[in-house]
């Protein structure tokens, strides 16, 4: 396209007229105060810990009142930026934490549940494609019953050189990062009871 003198004399001076308009009246800082207004309106922001690992990072809890019968809605966790361990990170068990069935807000002393959180222990029996709803009862019964089952089968006092070893190679712990110093001790002693040899523990960092 080609542009004549008087053509770009125009189009500056019609850009420059309306700077001078915005500049003059028009307030872009109320329209943008008022959208954000309309986003954020009734938002509470809770601060709060992780409750995953140790390290115990400081996240933010977004909510806001619902329906009276529903309480409040949560709407977002995001890292605290104004705590000094985390400086407004999360790593990405952190970051996941919206998918926490109960949040507890200490301002309202409610439990806040989100719905897409399961909330009862799922099994799948062996060779089957079906995951099964159980209660923690008979889930940790089972569990007994196989780490007995297990340790009573696998379970060698000597070894093939006659070589006392009192193990159970068949068993091993895995133990999770919100695990504290204490309750490892106890998983530790436990597992090293029934004979395991294969103790781990996961650290967060
Ligand atoms: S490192 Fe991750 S899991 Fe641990 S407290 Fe921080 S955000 Fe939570």
Known sequence: ????????????GATVASFAVVDLGFDMTATASAIKGTRT????????????????????????????????????IQGDPDNPINRGSACSKGSAMFNLREIYDPETGKQIINPKRMAKPLYRAPKSTKWEEKDWEWMLTEIAKRVKETRDKHFEHKDKDGIIVNRCEALSSLGG????????????????????TFLENQARI
Request: aromatic content about 6%; overall charge positive.
């Open 1 to 12: 396209m080609k542009v004549t003198r008087r053509d770009f004399f125009k189009v500056t």
């Open 41 to 76: 309106n009734g938002v509470k922001p809770v601060p709060s810990i992780c409750p995953f690992c140790g390290c115990g990072c400081g996240l933010v809890v977004y909510t806001r009142d619902g329906a009276p019968a529903d309480g409040p809605q949560l709407l977002s």
């Open 177 to 196: 990062a919100a695990l504290d110093n204490e309750e490892l001790q106890l998983v530790s002693k436990m597992s090293r009871s029934l004979g395991m």
